[in-house]
């Protein structure tokens, strides 16, 4: 962000604390990075899990899916939006600004 001159406030404008820059990307990574990780350790393991497990790891595949859509419908109402703040910017109370 610091090569493209973009830098991280509050919702007042204030450079934005720690601790808000720590749970906005605690929420970021760990959502998003999470549910590929889990759905690619599950994948993984449907070729060696007994046939009576294969019901339930793609329930669970599809509800983790599922999240992945949510997370792909918030980008996507972001970029026709007048305030680009995505889910984890809120949650965390951050704004991104351009320029100083």
Known sequence: MRIVGIRLTNRF????????ICLRNMIAYGIIGGTFGIQG???????Y??????????KIV???SF?????LVDLLIDT????????????????TKVGQ
């Open 13 to 20: 404008g204030q450079d934005a604390t720690w601790l808000q």
């Open 41 to 47: 350790r599950l994948l993984d393991m449907t070729a």
């Open 49 to 58: 899990a007994p046939s009576s497990e294969l019901i339930t790891i793609q």
């Open 62 to 64: 599809l509800a983790l």
């Open 67 to 71: 999240v992945l859509l949510l997370i």
């Open 80 to 95: 026709f939006s007048q305030k680009h703040r995505l889910f984890f910017e809120r949650l965390s109370g951050t704004d």
